[in-house]
């Protein structure tokens, strides 16, 4: 079953509400129009709500529908700014909270999802992914036992889907931190219909090379093995012998991931991004994501380079997890 087919089946009707902070972007507003008029999201638009008539006025369109919150008319706004100081303890005071929250949409939105309002966020498409996390990681924070969120990419061309993590967050990760990534990215791709089988990337297979990164990911795999052993995971694997059957076999021929991978882990952000981005831009594969992976809530980052569809298609992703958790 297609992607968005599967995720349509587990959303379609059933009211998640997902907070889209950045409503004076026409890419945005015209997404959460039709997430509205699809019924696969009760999209929560912040902002003003006289511009964002005005700002569909001018493009044909009709938001008469929308839920639009301007946080400096929020009716629950001084029990949001209690909560938030709460939630930092002791980081921020009532005047830092009700200034930040009154001044960053993400923090707001943010608060919305954390204290019930809200089902999850989407944010990203005029703002950095800094903006998008940070205030996740304050407010939502990491699921028990886990320390560090990742971001994923769904990788989609035609009926065939992969997962490539961490493109987003880690710059240079440690063992622990890769061997984390790579069981969050397991979760996301159950989640969404792909059953797990997770290379850890490298320039070697199985010690063809020597190298200080290459012994980086072949601990990687050892922790993840041994902290997590129901996974379908091997390494450190390149990418020819994970994906492609023939070389799988004949580069690690004793290894049930190899030729077979479908998950795939990434040893540094730099490789992550350039990867993600050859197959999205040469290859022909649809870039979904990115997901933020293990926080309590769903908070997602859009590119800023994204249209109107990436940000219809992240929120049902985004949607759908709240769905699943």
Do not use: W
């Amino acid at each position: 079953m297609a992607l968005f087919d599967y995720i349509e089946g587990q959303i379609k009707g059933k009211g998640a509400k997902i907070v889209l902070p950045e409503g004076n972007d026409i890419r945005v507003l015209g997404a959460a129009i039709r997430l509205k008029e699809d019924n696969m999201v009760e999209p929560i638009v912040l902002g003003d709500a006289s511009e964002i008539k005005k700002l569909a006025d001018e493009n044909g369109l009709n938001c008469e529908s929308l839920t639009v919150i301007n946080p400096a008319e929020y009716d629950k706004f001084d029990a949001l700014v209690e909560k938030f100081v709460e939630r930092r303890k002791g980081k921020i005071d009532e005047e830092g909270a009700r200034k930040l929250l009154s001044e960053d949409p993400n923090y707001f939105g943010t608060l919305l999802v954390f204290n019930g309002d809200a089902d999850g966020l989407v944010s990203g498409a005029t703002r950095s992914t800094g903006d998008t996390v940070r205030p996740a990681l304050q407010i939502i924070k990491m699921q028990e036992g886990y320390r560090s969120t990742s971001g994923a990419m769904i990788m989609v061309k035609e009926d065939e889907q992969l997962l490539f993590a961490d493109i987003a967050i880690n710059i240079a990760p440690s063992p622990e931190e890769i061997a984390e990534t790579a069981a969050l990215s397991a979760k996301t791709a159950t989640q969404f219909g792909i059953e797990p089988k997770i290379a850890m990337l490298s320039f070697s297979t199985k010690g063809s090379a020597k190298h200080e990164l290459v012994d980086k990911m072949a601990e990687a795999t050892s922790i993840a093995k041994e902290k997590y052993p129901d996974l379908a995971l091997d390494g450190e694997l390149q990418f020819d012998a994970a994906y492609v059957p023939s070389v799988g076999k004949s580069k690690a021929p004793d290894s049930t991931v190899a030729g077979h991978a479908n998950t795939f882990i990434f040893p540094g952000l730099e490789a992550g991004n350039i990867g993600y981005k050859i197959a999205q831009r040469l290859g022909g594969f649809e870039a979904v994501g990115p997901i933020l992976q293990g926080l309590n809530s769903p908070v997602n980052d859009l590119s800023r380079g994204c249209n109107e569809e990436d940000v219809y298609k992240l929120s049902m992703i985004t949607a759908a997890q709240a769905l699943m958790k």
